[in-house]
């Protein structure tokens, strides 16, 4: 059994027979598919002009929210401090320096001279001759004349150098006293004409003594002077060293 022919065959035995030309095939156009180099060439730009948009776009909006969070600190100039006023000066901070050493070696000079000062208090009763005028006096020990006098020369040597230091000690223009340091620099009024006044009556006092004499007249306030000089001392250095520091 033969197979027939196919279409396009029997078409071209026909068309032979008949000398007529084949008839073209129908062409059908597809359309093209889109360049994707093309589309990426046009998205390109835009895509980078988006871009910078959108990523600027949280800093814009946080912008505001860091500047609530950290704010501008004002600076000295606002504060209302000149150039003049923030610069450092070596002249004023060398004074400084120095009248801080001078207080420091106040206090602690203050804190050692109570130690003979008391004492000296304490051994006033063994210098003292003992029963009234007129009667048998019971002249006390030269020992305990010189031991008594020598520490009254040691109280005075240590009181009148710390004195210096806080006199002499350089002082800040403009500067207020206020508080205990008012109530310190009060006291000084006392403890330092009492520290005049009690070695002169105690020089008087020990000449009485070793004339056989009780001590009498002005010399007789030789021990009061020196309990009122010794009270406000020690006062004077609670005021600005409680609690003590050595």
Same mark, same amino acid.
């Given at each position: 059994?033969?197979?027939?022919?196919?279409?396009?065959?029997?078409?071209?035995?026909?068309?032979?027979?008949?000398?007529?030309?084949?008839?073209?095939?129908?062409? @059908?156009?597809?359309?093209?598919?889109?360049?994707?180099?093309?589309?990426?060439?046009?998205?390109?730009?835009? +895509?980078?002009?988006?871009?910078?948009?959108?990523?600027?776009?949280?800093?814009?909006?946080?912008?505001?929210?860091?500047?609530?969070?950290?704010?501008?600190?004002?600076?000295?100039?606002?504060?209302?401090?000149?150039?003049?006023?923030?610069?450092?000066?070596?002249?004023?901070?060398?004074?400084?320096?120095?009248?801080?050493?001078?207080?420091?070696? /106040?206090?602690?000079?203050?804190?050692?001279?109570?130690?003979?000062?008391?004492?000296?208090? @304490?051994?006033?009763?063994?210098?003292?001759?003992?029963?009234?005028?007129?009667?048998?006096?019971?002249?006390?020990?030269?020992? +305990?004349?010189?031991?008594?006098?020598?520490?009254?020369?040691?109280?005075?040597?240590?009181?009148?150098?710390?004195?210096?230091?806080?006199?002499?000690?350089?002082?800040?223009?403009?500067?207020?006293?206020?508080?205990?340091?008012?109530?310190?620099?009060?006291?000084?009024?006392? /403890?330092?004409?009492?520290?005049?006044?009690?070695?002169?009556?105690?020089?008087?006092?020990?000449?009485?003594?070793?004339?056989?004499?009780?001590?009498?007249?002005?010399?007789?306030?030789?021990?009061?002077?020196?309990?009122?000089?010794?009270?406000?001392?020690?006062?004077?250095?609670?005021?600005?060293?409680?609690?003590?520091?050595?």
């Amino acid at each position: 059994m033969q197979t027939p022919p196919d279409d396009a065959a029997e078409k071209q035995a026909i068309a032979e027979r008949a000398n007529l030309p084949l008839a073209p095939e129908p062409h @059908i156009a597809l359309p093209e598919a889109p360049d994707a180099s093309a589309d990426q060439k046009q998205t390109t730009p835009q +895509n980078q002009q988006n871009q910078p948009s959108q990523q600027n776009a949280p800093n814009q909006q946080n912008s505001p929210g860091q500047s609530q969070q950290q704010p501008q600190q004002p600076s000295l100039n606002d504060l209302g401090f000149g150039q003049q006023q923030t610069q450092a000066n070596p002249q004023l901070q060398a004074m400084l320096d120095r009248r801080t050493h001078m207080l420091k070696v /106040h206090q602690k000079l203050g804190l050692f001279t109570l130690i003979p000062m008391a004492a000296t208090v @304490i051994t006033g009763p063994m210098a003292k001759a003992k029963g009234k005028n007129g009667e048998t006096i019971k002249e006390p020990s030269t020992a +305990n004349l010189d031991f008594h006098a020598a520490l009254g020369g040691v109280t005075a040597g240590m009181y009148f150098t710390t004195a210096a230091y806080a006199i002499f000690a350089p002082k800040v223009p403009g500067t207020k006293k206020r508080g205990p340091i008012r109530f310190h620099e009060a006291l000084a009024f006392i /403890h330092g004409p009492g520290m005049i006044l009690t070695p002169i009556l105690g020089a008087i006092a020990y000449k009485q003594e070793n004339d056989g004499e009780k001590a009498h007249g002005i010399a007789s306030a030789h021990a009061t002077v020196a309990w009122v000089t010794v009270g406000a001392y020690g006062a004077a250095i609670v005021s600005v060293s409680w609690p003590l520091k050595f």
